[in-house]
């Protein structure tokens, strides 16, 4: 018999379905992935805003990712939107019990949506930055993210605003502990070395304890308001390559990716995400499409 390749998505809802968990398992079903996952707060949105959140309760999230992990064997597990310090410490230390069964975990650091609304409780930020970063294999944040990451408890530093910045975060980033950071240059103004291309940079710790190095990954930027959940997007797409290349491996307990393999996780991911702008940036859902940001199309790839 065949096991497919299992994600967990560990995020917030959005009942629009263009971020958050149902982002994600749009996303890890386009891949081929079998999608779970666990929520961590409800949400009130839509394409042009968040009205409200209502958070899960720290046990009751950890209780879903125990359902969970306690029946299937995960391949990989991203986190999106945790809004309170008390779901990060309480995922931080269940993930630190049982990081063999996690596979490749990726961390997406939201804490502001596309609208501008804030997703993230401004306490939440050090559990975040110092107990789940250093457990992640790939952190994403997007440049203003990783200013507030970098500043920590003396404030936000100032964002990257060009390649060579960028370079620098990535690198700085990996002071937090993960293996691989992937600094987002979406936020980005089109700057001369880029040419006109969405540029994000991987910044990768070397296995060998060689000096880390950082990669550069690049897509026609795609002209659209349609950018709701790229963030969700990316990091979903990451951990469902990463689970399809553990799929065929041991199953729990076995040795995390290699970085070559990751890297190539990473690169799926990217590519996904641009043809899933590129192919969503026809569509006008929202009764007042310049109101707000319209979603990607998460399953146009899954039907070629």
């Not at 620098?168 to 980033?173: G, N, P, T």
């Not at 070397?206 to 190095?213: H, I, L, N, Q, V």
């Not at 990607?296 to 790839?301: C, G």
Request: aromatic share 2%.
């Amino acid at each position: 018999m065949r096991r497919p390749a299992v994600a967990l998505s560990v995020a917030g809802s959005d009942p629009s379905g263009g971020a958050g968990i149902q982002a994600d398992l749009k996303t890890f079903h386009a891949v081929g992935v079998y999608g779970t996952a666990a929520m961590t707060a409800l949400t009130s949105q839509n394409t042009t805003g968040v009205r409200g959140v209502h958070p899960v309760p720290a046990d009751f999230a950890v209780s879903q990712v125990e359902a969970v992990l306690d029946d299937l064997p995960v391949d990989a597990v991203k986190t999106g939107m945790l809004g309170q310090a008390e779901v990060v410490e309480a995922l931080a230390q269940l993930f630190r019990r049982r990081r063999t069964q996690l596979g490749t975990l990726v961390v997406d650091p939201v804490m502001v949506a596309t609208s501008g609304d804030p997703l993230l409780a401004e306490e939440a930020e050090a559990a975040l930055r110092e107990l789940l970063v250093p457990l992640a294999d790939v952190i994403t944040p997007n440049l203003p993210e990783a200013a507030r990451l970098l500043g920590g408890g003396a404030g936000e530093a100032p964002a990257a605003d060009d390649l060579a910045g960028m370079r620098e975060q990535a690198l700085a980033l990996l002071e937090l502990g993960p293996r691989m950071a992937l600094l987002k240059g979406g936020h980005l103004d089109d700057d001369a070395a880029s040419e006109g291309r969405a540029v994000d940079v991987l910044a990768v710790r070397d296995e060998s304890g060689a000096p880390a190095r950082t990669v550069e990954l690049s897509a026609p930027r795609v002209p659209t308001r349609n950018t709701h959940g790229t963030g969700c997007t990316l990091s979903s797409a990451i951990a469902a390559h990463a689970a399809r290349a553990a799929s065929g491996e041991a199953a729990a307990g076995r040795p995390a990716l290699g970085d070559a393999q990751l890297v190539e996780a990473v690169r799926e991911g990217k590519r996904f995400l641009s043809r899933a702008l590129h192919d969503g940036a026809a569509w006008r859902l929202s009764r007042t499409p310049q109101a707000g940001h319209g979603p990607v199309d998460h399953l146009s790839q899954v039907l070629r």
